[in-house]
């Protein structure tokens, strides 16, 4: 473990994970050890590495990705919202974030730095309440979104851009109107590249959807994303002023750490692949939803299953996310990958981006705008062939 700097940190973890035995794994198991730690504040006995906050939403990656699949939603009595799993973003139309609260709403803080407020259901969907900073910008919007299953990813990262393109352009040409489009990033030289994760398709690289995690919902600096106090605002001086784990200018969580967690998820398998029944598969295509939901997408890997085309679509008022990202409009969302569903499904998560939808033919129900067609051609099926549909869907 010599690479590793972070060794006050990495040995108790390699202990514990020398029980994986080969020394391949090993990496792995530190990897699957990290997701896992619950990180603490500093400063701490533990000293390295650790910094979680001044605010955040959680205090491990696990907390909200519980099983590396997609959790329900828990509620109390009073639609108080429970579980972590759930964060509120806030943004206003052009995905600019709130002057106060910014990015993204933390439920905690540490002593000293009061949690921003809570998120509760309101309606279809749901709010923030008890703020702790005063109140939002008026023209700031509100979203839920709900922690994705983290399965298959580094084969999403194995599709080659053309092939994602080439999609883009023959969706171009559908009469249906589908326009996929790439989320172009650009990065600080000039060039631009392709967005592939995260529910906005907003994040280039597994890495870098790392690094975001930690800023945003631990409150940790990465080498990518170096603000110790994370999504802390210029109107939130205590939070700016509390003690932080950055030594130096160096990052609470060094590079080998991302690196090690990074090839963690990448090494998580795809979803199971069902023996699918041909006949809804058939449906399926026939009815459009495979323009956008792709059966087979190529990789150097293999074909990947993924049923989505990494593309951004809108799917009109009824999906408006509320708060966006910069260059996404609050209706457009990365095609949700269908693989894994059935697993979805009976872990009672909800479906779409904040859960809304408790069945597949419920989230169809909302797909309006570019998928509108495809949702009248369903609607359209005999009885018997949208019972096929669903039932191919929700096997998936
Ligand atoms: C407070 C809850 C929360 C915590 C803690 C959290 N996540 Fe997430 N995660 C989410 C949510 C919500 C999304 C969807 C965000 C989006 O793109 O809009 C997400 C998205 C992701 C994605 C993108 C998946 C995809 O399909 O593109 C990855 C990868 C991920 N998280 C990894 C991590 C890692 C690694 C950690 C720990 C460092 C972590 N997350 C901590 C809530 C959380
Ligand atoms: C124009 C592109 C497009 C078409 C056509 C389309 N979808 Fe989708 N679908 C999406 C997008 C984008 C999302 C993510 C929306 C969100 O998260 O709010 C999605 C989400 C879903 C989900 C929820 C998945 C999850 O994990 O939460 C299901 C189920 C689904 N679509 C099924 C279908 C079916 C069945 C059809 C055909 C009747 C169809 N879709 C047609 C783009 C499309």
Not at 69 to 76: G, I, K, S, T, Y
Not at 91 to 97: A, N, V
Not at 205 to 217: G, N, P
Request: glycine residues 12%.
């Amino acid at each position: 473990m010599r690479r590793l700097s972070a060794a006050a940190l990495l040995i108790p973890l390699c202990l514990a994970a020398a029980a994986a035995g080969a020394a391949g794994d090993l990496d792995r198991a530190i990897g699957a050890a990290l997701f896992k730690r619950a990180w603490v504040p500093a400063p701490s006995s533990t000293r390295a590495n650790d910094g979680l906050g001044p605010l955040h939403n959680a205090r491990s990656c696990l907390a909200c990705h519980g099983g590396m699949a997609r959790q329900p939603v828990r509620l109390d009595e009073a639609g108080v919202v429970l579980g972590e799993n759930l964060v509120l973003r806030l943004s206003d139309r052009e995905g600019r974030p709130d002057p106060v609260y910014g990015v993204q709403l933390q439920t905690s803080g540490l002593p000293g730095v009061p949690g921003e407020g809570r998120a509760v259901r309101s309606g279809s969907g749901y709010a923030a309440r008890d703020l702790a900073y005063g109140p939002i910008a008026p023209t700031t919007r509100v979203g839920a979104r709900l922690a994705p299953a983290l399965s298959g990813l580094g084969l999403l990262e194995q599709v080659p851009e053309s092939a994602i393109l080439a999609i883009a352009d023959e969706q171009g040409r559908s009469p249906d109107g589908i326009r996929g489009r790439p989320n172009w990033l650009s990065a600080p030289d000039g060039s631009r590249r392709l967005g592939r994760f995260g529910l906005k398709a907003s994040l280039p690289t597994l890495a870098e959807q790392v690094e975001a995690a930690f800023e945003l919902d631990l409150g940790m600096s990465t080498p990518g994303r170096n603000r110790p106090a994370g999504d802390c605002t210029p109107a939130q001086p205590a939070c700016l002023a509390a003690p932080t784990g950055a030594e130096y200018g160096k990052p609470e969580i060094a590079a080998e750490l991302v690196d090690l967690l990074t090839h963690f998820l990448a090494a998580r398998p795809a979803p199971e692949a069902k023996a699918a029944d041909p006949a809804g598969s058939a449906l399926f295509e026939a009815i459009g939803c495979a323009m956008c939901h792709r059966p087979s997408l190529p990789s150097a890997r293999g074909a990947v299953s993924a049923y989505t085309d990494l593309l951004l679509h809108d799917l009109g008022p009824e999906l408006d996310g509320g708060a966006t990202e910069p260059g996404v409009a609050p209706t457009e969302w990365r095609t949700a990958p269908l693989w894994g569903i059935s697993g979805t499904i009976a872990g009672g998560a909800g479906l779409l981006h904040d859960g809304r939808a408790r069945t597949v033919a419920d989230a169809v129900a909302h797909h309006g705008g570019e998928a509108a067609s495809a949702r009248a051609r369903f609607r359209a099926l005999s009885p018997l062939d949208r019972e096929r549909l669903l039932a191919f869907v929700s096997s998936l």
